[in-house]
């Protein structure tokens, strides 16, 4: 059971939006900045969003992380087939004095 | 170019012990906290320890604490993961990642490609 709560899947068409979230709490993402991987699949995960909104260089826009109290929310918009792979949001948590993510969201392109 | 490419895993068996190494190129090694992040196969990934910069700080998980010992000599730009009494559920890719800050780990923005450790007998 992971500290932090992601759906197991989601599934949109090509150049629909998508949001996918991450549910935590006071001792995690209420109180530190949250990060956004992909990876897709057989390869090393990838920073997507750092410091809950930030994209690092060559992340494209279409890729937005927001966060509102103790959830925090990963949007794609004009979705592409390469596009499918898993994602996991991640962050300290302050009460286990180490890093936790959340169990990861399959995302398919239909 | 960020460089990471990791080291040192194979089998074992259980109650055994390995080392795995993280060489790493391309940046400043010692100004910047490194992590070691496993991933189980079919499972999502696990943070399992962290260092900081000097490598006076550092940081486990849990399920690691008291039988993994990481470590870092920044002369050699190499970081290190030193694993003891081996379970069947440290079975797992093992990645290391260099972290946005320097001492308290917050995140990694690059990952090396990872090696397998598997413990079985």
């Known amino acids: 059971q992971s500290v932090l709560t992601q759906p197991p899947s989601a599934s949109a068409t090509p150049g629909q939006r998508v949001s996918i979230s991450c549910s935590g709490s006071?001792?995690?993402?209420?109180?530190?900045?949250v990060y956004w991987y992909q990876q897709l699949p057989g390869t090393a995960p990838k920073l997507l969003i750092y410091?809950?909104?930030q994209r690092p260089s060559g992340v494209p826009d279409r890729f937005s992380g927001s966060k509102s109290g103790t959830s925090a929310s990963l949007a794609i918009s004009g979705l592409r087939s390469d596009d499918e792979a898993d994602y996991y949001c991640?962050?300290?948590?302050?009460?286990?004095?180490?890093?936790?993510f959340g169990g990861g969201t399959k995302l398919t392109v239909l | 170019e960020v460089q990471l490419l990791e080291s040192g895993g194979g089998l074992v068996q259980p109650g055994g012990s390995l080392r795995l190494s993280c060489a790493a190129s391309?940046?400043?090694?010692?100004?910047?906290?490194m992590n070691w992040v496993r991933q189980a196969p079919g499972k999502g990934l696990e943070w399992v320890s962290a260092?900081?910069?000097?490598?006076?700080?550092?940081f486990y998980a849990a399920s690691v604490k008291g039988r993994f010992t990481i470590s870092r000599d920044n002369s050699k730009n190499t970081l290190y993961l030193q694993m003891h009494s081996l379970r069947a559920e440290d079975t797992a890719v093992y990645y290391c990642?260099?972290?946005?800050?320097?001492?308290?780990?917050?995140?990694?923005?690059?990952w090396g490609q990872g090696t397998l450790v598997t413990v079985s007998s």
């Open positions: 006071s001792s995690n993402i209420g109180s530190n900045f």
């Open positions: 260092i900081g910069d000097s490598g006076i700080s550092t």
């Open positions: 410091r809950n909104n």
């Open positions: 991640e962050t300290w948590d302050d009460s286990l004095s180490g890093r936790v």
């Open positions: 391309g940046f400043t090694f010692s100004s910047y906290a």
């Open positions: 990642a260099k972290d946005t800050q320097p001492l308290v780990p917050e995140g990694g923005n690059y």
